[in-house]
């Protein structure tokens, strides 16, 4: 039971680099999602997919990008890091477009920008 | 954008004694989350709440919606060295289709 698989687990970038943090999960969850985790913020949300084809911004989308070509993949995509988006990533799924249901987590990017 | 308050912010306390938090809002919510982390862990669900004035176990813990639908809160009893982490809660409002996370509430336990 593999549930969400984030990769890589941690990166270092220098500022102005590209990258692409990869989630997958392999439940047949219609619906996933992305975060970012800072100190004494919480988790605020990136993007989110209610399926393949479609995408939406969360709270904080500015300098992400993202694509949902298949149910079970949801790329995130950093155009040119900053030294703010030094963060913990997590991606997260969940069954079903209602949202009514909780959610999965993988276990995290930590990301340096330096 | 909607925020939780979510409160203590961090816990230290000693194993074997009982541990309660909750989260508050301005706004309604129609479903609570409360979610644990562990060190270099994402996430994992502890308890799902649907319905206002529900009362829900899960072992040693114990969560409740507010009958205003505002606030929620967590009971640990008796915690154990394994309770150490970070707990989340989170809501969800009628027709949205994104979680609204609190910013947590860190358990230290001195053994």
């Known amino acids: 039971n593999a549930g969400v698989t984030q990769t890589p687990k941690f990166q270092v970038l220098k500022t102005g680099q590209s990258m692409t943090l990869q989630c997958a999960q392999d439940?047949?969850?219609?619906?996933m999602s992305w975060y970012r985790q800072d100190p004494g913020m919480g988790l605020r949300l990136i993007h989110y997919s209610v399926g393949a084809g479609i995408t939406d911004q969360g709270e904080v989308p500015n300098g992400y990008n993202v694509s949902r070509s298949t149910t079970e993949d949801f790329p995130l995509r950093l155009l040119s890091a900053a030294p703010s988006q030094t963060s913990v990533y997590f991606c997260a799924s969940s069954s079903g477009r209602s949202y009514n249901s909780p959610l999965h987590f993988g276990n995290g990017t930590r990301l340096t920008v330096t | 954008g909607q925020q939780l308050n979510q409160s203590p912010q961090s816990m230290f306390i000693q194993e074997g004694e009982d541990v309660s938090m909750n989260c508050t809002s301005s706004?309604?919510?129609?479903?609570w989350l409360w979610y644990k982390q562990d060190p270099g862990e994402g996430p994992v669900l502890l308890i799902a709440?649907?319905?206002?004035?529900e009362l829900t176990s899960n072992g040693r813990l114990t969560a409740q919606f507010g009958i205003t639908r505002k606030d929620s809160f967590l009971n640990i009893s008796a915690s154990i060295p394994s309770d150490v982490g970070i707990y989340f809660c989170a809501g969800l409002q009628t027709g949205a289709q994104k979680l609204v996370f609190g910013q947590g509430t860190r358990l230290t336990i001195n053994p």
């Open positions: 706004s309604i919510f129609n479903t």
């Open positions: 439940m047949n969850h219609e619906y």
């Open positions: 709440l649907y319905k206002a004035g």
